[in-house]
Structure formats: structure tokens, C-alpha cells
């Protein structure tokens, strides 16, 4: 993956070190959260592919909102499930990579930070996801594969050091 640049509205947001043609594409997914023994934990899946991420996926025809289709793909990646959301606003990672050597793909990810049900049983979905883990909040950039994945999980960690308890 690339590192993000800055371009205007007619140039690509991310680096493309080939001028190859952009394809944009945007992605959704849930941050799962909870709260353990006074202090918040992050959960992070392993793809496949091998890298750490967070749980995403794309719309699908039958999805009502970009937030259906982000519990959508928490559910089947994980089996959990939302018990609420920790902020109405979303959090972003924007990256780019070379997809199938004929075009330079332009990704958005958008986040929502949510709370998940205490006795989900996790089932991932081998087709993808080959392991996960619960994180301390502040220790899931050492793990993340991608530099856009670390610098996102910091400012996950510094909005939960502030997420007031109900």
C-alpha cells in the first residue's frame, strides 16, 4: 500500500506511482470495542492475505445504509454483533494499491467506533479471516500490518482515552 498524498479534486488523493487510471472505491466496517477491566480493548481481525485490519466490507443491493452494510460485515466476519455505538461520527483510512496491474485503486474505509454484545461467540469467516484478537486500545497500531491501519488505530485509541462512561 501506498502512503496518502495530497492532490486536488481532479488528481488522485493517494500516491500512484505509475499514473495508472483510478478506480475509487469505498469500503465500510464497524470498530469493535470493549471495555475490560478499566480500560478499553479493540478487536482486529488477520486476513487471509496475511495483514491486520479492521473488520470492512462493500454494499450490497440489499443494504437500507452504509451502517447496515458496515454490522452486515461485522456479523459475517465475526458473528458479533453492534450493542451501541460509541460516537456518531465515523473514522476514515484512505490508501491506494495497484490492482490487477491495470489500474490504481483509490480506497476509503469508513469506520463506526461501536460497543459489541459481551457473549457474542466469535465464528469467523474462514474464506477471509484466518485469526483476531482483543487488543489493548493503545497497542493496536503495533500490531496493524499498514501504515494507514496504524495511524488510524492511534486516533481510535486517543477518541477512547476520551469516550465518557455512561
Known amino acids: 500500500m501506498a502512503s496518502s498524498g ?3 479534486s481532479s488528481t488522485p488523493k493517494v500516491w500512484n506511482p505509475d499514473n495508472l487510471p483510478v478506480v475509487k472505491d469505498k469500503s465500510l ?7 475490560k477491566a478499566g480500560s478499553w480493548e479493540v478487536f482486529i481481525i488477520q ?6 485490519c479492521f473488520c470492512k466490507g462493500h454494499p450490497k443491493a440489499t443494504d437500507k445504509s452504509e451502517y447496515e452494510t458496515a454490522c452486515r460485515e461485522l456479523k459475517e466476519e465475526t458473528n ?3 450493542k451501541k455505538l460509541l460516537f456518531e461520527d465515523k ?4 490508501y491506494g494499491f495497484n490492482y490487477k496491474k491495470h489500474a490504481w485503486k483509490d480506497k476509503t474505509v469508513e469506520y463506526w467506533l461501536a ?11 474462514v474464506e477471509e479471516v484466518q485469526a483476531f484478537k482483543w487488543i489493548p486500545a493503545g ?10 491501519a496504524k495511524e488510524l488505530s492511534k486516533s481510535v485509541a486517543e477518541k477512547l482515552a476520551n469516550y465518557k462512561l455512561e
Open 115 to 125: 460497543e459489541v454484545i459481551d457473549d457474542s461467540v466469535i465464528k469467523l469467516q
Open 47 to 52: 486476513q487471509r492475505a496475511g495483514y491486520w
Open 80 to 82: 458479533m454483533e453492534v
Open 6 to 8: 495530497s492532490g486536488s
Open 91 to 94: 473514522v476514515q483510512e484512505q
Open 139 to 148: 497497542e493496536v497500531h503495533k500490531q496493524m500490518t499498514y501504515f494507514q
Open 29 to 35: 466496517g464497524i470498530i469493535p470495542c470493549r471495555y
